[in-house]
């Protein structure tokens, strides 16, 4: 008798979300470098942003709805696996509107921030920073899109609903992403 035949075979591993780990593990990289970049300067001498209330009065409200989205996101994907498909439907929806309300807060915050990208290298690392989040909502929102109509045409069940936890799995990423940036950006 072989060892081998005693040993329990290995669970599946999803594709789907060993790939979606890999991928946002390689964008944590990206992300934790900018931020020692902004760090770095944000140490120099000549700082030319102020932190005060009503400058933080944008990213707070920003903040709420990212996690207001992300609560929405979760509760879409338990739908979905309570057999509530139109609960659903709705999580979803809200969650796509709050992830478009937070870009056009970023865009308005942006046009009002009164700095340029090319201020310095502090402009270019904030503006970095901040747009490559924002693509990543945008990116977000895209699969909450496609799960969305992937719903609507039935295509989950509480068997098989891989694809919205993976879309949520995302979500919380970018609002993760979003609170450790509101932190070093606004607080810091």
Not at 103 to 127: C, K, L, P
Not at 153 to 161: I, K, W
Request: net charge positive; charged share 10%; proline share 3%.
């Amino acid at each position: 008798m072989s060892i081998l035949t005693n040993i329990p075979p290995m669970n599946k591993f999803s594709t789907g979300k060993v790939a979606l780990s890999i991928i946002l593990t390689s964008e944590s990289v990206f992300f934790a470098t900018m931020l020692v970049a902004y760090i770095a300067l944000r140490k120099q001498d000549s700082w030319p942003v102020e932190h005060t209330l009503a400058r933080l009065t944008i990213p707070i409200a920003n903040t709420a709805v990212l996690l207001f989205s992300a609560i929405s996101a979760w509760c879409g994907t338990v739908s979905i696996r309570d057999r509530k498909t139109s609960g659903s439907q709705g999580w979803q929806m809200l969650t796509l509107l709050l992830g478009l309300v937070f870009v056009t807060i970023q865009i308005y915050e942006f046009s009002h921030a009164g700095m340029r990208i090319n201020d310095q290298a502090f402009g270019g690392v904030f503006f970095t920073l901040m747009g490559f989040h924002g693509l990543h909502v945008l990116a977000g929102v895209v699969f909450l899109i496609i799960n969305l109509v992937r719903t609507r045409l039935g295509d989950f069940s509480p068997n098989r609903y891989e694809a919205v936890e993976l879309g949520t799995w995302f979500w919380y990423y970018v609002t993760a992403v979003w609170v450790v940036l509101f932190g070093a950006l606004y607080l810091l």
